[in-house]
């Protein structure tokens, strides 16, 4: 019995040894790892930004610091990059910036937010050039900011206008028996579509076509601004194809320079005086901006300005970098609205919606806020349908022209695999004690009744989000009524009828929190900070995330789009009100 014992403890203690062992080295890593990686700062510099690791406005972090340490997250955001490009027009060591081959997951918001960034530091009298082997149209859209373009003698420029693309479901669910009982409210509410139909409706065509063209004259208007071509000629470019070579995009002057890599190089060296046989001094994006967030300057003032970023899905639980949650919401809320150093608070939202419920709980929590101290929003990429809930009530609400808004609808999805059970010789049987006891089971027949009652509280959670946008907006109920229906509005067209009050990206929400609350002198302190364990941290590591990638790669990228559609809106629980389609700009 004792060997037993001896034998078992040998084990535990081998197995704890062990973890201690691969916890320690995680750890040391994380301390040391990145800090030979960050280059130093030399003088007439020029910094390299390729963004293609950086996808949020906010990288996140933990209430605990010790899980930082172990999160995969980069500790850097693109509000951060943005902040440094501000600072480098104005450090005498910069000297110019350089996009070289950008291949970054950024929206179109935020590329917009970034030009901008790259257009002041642009008027500090620095240059921008770009170079690229090939330009994605969302790419261009951002390199067409530079002072020169560079396209490699064997590339391509896409410039051919927008589209979005979207599936149908309908056949595939009479085909397999596993269909989708949709309950909405909103002519405009597509997202359920796909499952009641095999092709649009003229409806979601109208409303698609709207905001693509809305978008298109916002991104035309910015090239043509930057490259001084009519916006006649870019329609005629992206129509013909015109710019399809690297000729052709010269021809029409949307590029500079047919050149290799090598004299794009010469060119900078030229503009820094370098001599040709030298090379000269740069420094990653990533790398500046981490010295800027780690050696910033704090301001006198004890004003702060709090930015709560809400990003990605809206669902339940506390949240993360990638989804807005309850939990973390309030919580940053409160923690914002009690702090007596925060004047006021700036709502950060990139989001396409979500869970119904948890929409209204954060925008409960802005309503208490707003009473206290001021709220402006910003809008991201998205602020649609659950995403516009949160920012309703808000003292003002900033939107880029090609924000995605609106969208104010309500709908709820419910598998039912009956017609399946059917063919595969199943038969569910239910015994109940009164007539609506039952809850719904997707192995039998939806019930008129049960349809009834839940198309009931979806009519309730729409008049309720609709009531809420007409007392934030100071509207009728029938106005926005009449906009809404699920109904999506880019961001200049939200301006004209009433649902944002000024075009702008987030510093200038910033300054207007500024305004609000009467403070000149600030600084900015970011949210949320998010309350995660070991396991919640540990699950993003590759080798847990290793079964996504195995899939991927047996059954194809595309398949594997259409395998996470359909498990997207499986997942989805209650009542939703989210965008009614994915747009994907290349």
Same mark, same amino acid.
């Given at each position: 019995?004792?060997?037993?014992?001896?034998?078992?403890?040998?084990?535990?203690?081998?197995?704890?040894?062990?973890?201690?062992?691969?916890?320690?080295?995680?750890?040391?890593?994380?301390?040391?790892?990145?800090? =030979?990686?960050?280059? /130093?700062?030399?003088? #007439?510099? $020029?910094? %390299? &930004?390729?963004?293609?690791?950086?996808?949020?406005?906010?990288?996140?972090?933990?209430?605990?610091?010790?899980?930082?340490?172990?999160?995969?997250?980069?500790?850097?955001?693109?509000?951060?990059?943005?902040?440094?490009?501000?600072?480098?027009?104005?450090?005498?060591?910069?000297?110019?910036?350089?996009?070289?081959?950008?291949?970054?997951?950024?929206?179109?918001?935020?590329?917009?937010?970034?030009?901008?960034?790259?257009?002041?530091?642009?008027?500090?009298?620095?240059?921008?050039?770009?170079?690229?082997?090939?330009?994605?149209?969302?790419?261009?859209?951002?390199? =067409?900011?530079?002072? /020169?373009?560079?396209? #490699?003698? $064997?590339? %391509? &420029?896409?410039?051919?206008?927008?589209?979005?693309?979207?599936?149908?479901?309908?056949?595939?669910?009479?085909?397999?028996?596993?269909?989708?009982?949709?309950?909405?409210?909103?002519?405009?509410?597509?997202?359920?579509?796909?499952?009641?139909?095999?092709?649009?409706?003229?409806?979601?065509?109208?409303?698609?076509?709207?905001?693509?063209?809305?978008?298109?004259?916002?991104?035309?208007?910015?090239?043509?601004?930057?490259?001084?071509?009519?916006?006649?000629?870019?329609?005629?470019?992206?129509?013909?194809?015109?710019?399809?070579?690297?000729?052709?995009?010269?021809?029409?002057?949307?590029?500079?320079?047919?050149?290799?890599?090598?004299?794009?190089?010469?060119?900078?060296?030229?503009?820094?005086?370098?001599?040709?046989?030298?090379?000269?001094?740069?420094?990653?994006?990533?790398?500046?901006?981490?010295?800027?967030?780690?050696?910033?300057?704090?301001?006198?003032?004890?004003?702060?300005?709090?930015?709560?970023?809400?990003?990605?899905?809206?669902?339940?639980?506390?949240?993360?970098?990638?989804?807005?949650?309850?939990?973390?919401?309030?919580?940053?809320?409160?923690?914002?609205?009690?702090?007596?150093?925060?004047?006021?608070?700036?709502?950060?939202?990139?989001?396409?919606?979500?869970?119904?419920?948890?929409?209204?709980?954060?925008?409960?929590?802005?309503?208490?806020?707003?009473?206290?101290?001021?709220?402006?929003?910003?809008?991201?990429?998205?602020?649609?349908?659950?995403?516009?809930?949160?920012?309703?009530?808000?003292?003002?609400?900033?939107?880029?022209?090609?924000?995605?808004?609106?969208?104010?609808?309500?709908?709820?999805?419910?598998?039912?695999?009956?017609?399946?059970?059917?063919?595969?010789?199943?038969?569910?049987?239910?015994?109940?004690?009164?007539?609506?006891?039952?809850?719904?089971?997707?192995?039998?027949?939806?019930?008129?009744?049960?349809?009834?009652?839940?198309?009931?509280?979806?009519?309730?959670?729409?008049?309720?989000?609709?009531?809420?946008?007409?007392?934030?907006?100071?509207?009728?109920?029938?106005?926005?009524?009449?906009?809404?229906?699920?109904?999506?509005?880019?961001?200049?067209?939200?301006?004209?009828?009433?649902?944002?009050?000024?075009?702008?990206?987030?510093?200038?929400?910033?300054?207007?929190?500024?305004?609000?609350?009467?403070?000149?002198?600030?600084?900015?302190?970011?949210?949320?900070?998010?309350?995660?364990?070991?396991?919640?941290?540990?699950?993003?590591?590759?080798?847990?995330?290793?079964?996504?990638?195995?899939?991927?790669?047996?059954?194809?990228?595309?398949?594997?789009?259409?395998?996470?559609?359909?498990?997207?809106?499986?997942?989805?629980?209650?009542?939703?009100?989210?965008?009614?389609?994915?747009?994907?700009?290349?």
């Amino acid at each position: 019995m004792k060997f037993l014992s001896n034998v078992i403890a040998t084990v535990v203690g081998l197995f704890v040894f062990i973890m201690l062992f691969f916890f320690g080295i995680i750890f040391i890593a994380a301390i040391f790892g990145g800090e =030979s990686e960050t280059e /130093s700062l030399k003088d #007439n510099s $020029v910094i %390299e &930004l390729n963004l293609e690791d950086i996808q949020h406005d906010y990288a996140g972090k933990y209430k605990d610091p010790w899980m930082s340490l172990f999160s995969e997250e980069k500790n850097m955001g693109l509000s951060d990059v943005i902040n440094a490009i501000d600072v480098a027009s104005i450090d005498d060591n910069i000297k110019g910036i350089s996009i070289l081959n950008n291949n970054s997951q950024l929206g179109m918001a935020q590329s917009k937010d970034l030009r901008n960034a790259l257009e002041n530091f642009k008027k500090s009298g620095k240059f921008v050039m770009a170079y690229a082997n090939t330009y994605s149209q969302k790419e261009y859209y951002l390199n =067409s900011v530079a002072n /020169s373009i560079y396209l #490699n003698p $064997v590339g %391509e &420029l896409d410039f051919k206008g927008l589209s979005s693309e979207i599936m149908f479901f309908k056949d595939l669910q009479e085909k397999t028996g596993v269909k989708m009982e949709v309950l909405r409210h909103g002519k405009y509410k597509s997202a359920v579509e796909p499952f009641l139909e095999d092709k649009m409706s003229d409806a979601n065509r109208e409303q698609t076509t709207v905001l693509l063209t809305n978008i298109w004259n916002s991104v035309a208007a910015d090239i043509s601004k930057s490259r001084n071509i009519s916006i006649t000629k870019l329609n005629e470019i992206a129509t013909g194809l015109l710019a399809r070579t690297p000729e052709m995009a010269k021809k029409v002057k949307l590029i500079d320079h047919i050149a290799y890599e090598d004299v794009y190089h010469n060119d900078i060296k030229k503009a820094l005086k370098v001599s040709a046989d030298k090379d000269y001094n740069k420094i990653a994006i990533t790398d500046y901006t981490n010295k800027m967030i780690t050696t910033s300057i704090i301001t006198e003032s004890d004003d702060k300005i709090a930015i709560i970023y809400a990003q990605g899905e809206i669902q339940s639980g506390e949240g993360d970098v990638n989804t807005i949650g309850e939990g973390s919401m309030r919580r940053s809320l409160q923690e914002a609205r009690k702090d007596k150093k925060v004047k006021a608070i700036v709502l950060r939202i990139d989001s396409p919606g979500g869970n119904a419920l948890t929409s209204d709980l954060i925008w409960r929590e802005v309503e208490l806020t707003k009473k206290v101290k001021p709220v402006v929003v910003s809008m991201g990429n998205y602020a649609a349908s659950g995403g516009y809930y949160i920012a309703c009530n808000a003292n003002t609400i900033f939107a880029q022209n090609n924000t995605i808004t609106g969208s104010i609808g309500v709908f709820g999805i419910l598998p039912n695999f009956s017609q399946l059970s059917q063919k595969t010789g199943i038969n569910t049987e239910q015994v109940k004690t009164h007539e609506n006891a039952a809850s719904y089971s997707p192995f039998v027949p939806i019930d008129e009744k049960f349809k009834a009652v839940t198309l009931e509280s979806i009519e309730h959670i729409y008049k309720t989000f609709v009531h809420h946008v007409a007392e934030g907006r100071k509207m009728s109920f029938s106005a926005v009524d009449s906009i809404a229906q699920g109904r999506v509005w880019s961001g200049s067209e939200a301006l004209k009828i009433g649902l944002v009050d000024k075009i702008g990206g987030l510093n200038a929400a910033i300054v207007e929190a500024a305004r609000l609350s009467k403070t000149e002198n600030y600084s900015t302190q970011n949210y949320p900070e998010y309350e995660k364990d070991f396991d919640d941290v540990l699950s993003q590591f590759p080798f847990a995330s290793s079964k996504k990638n195995i899939i991927k790669e047996e059954i194809g990228a595309e398949n594997y789009q259409l395998l996470q559609q359909l498990k997207k809106f499986q997942s989805r629980k209650g009542v939703q009100a989210i965008l009614p389609f994915e747009i994907s700009i290349h």
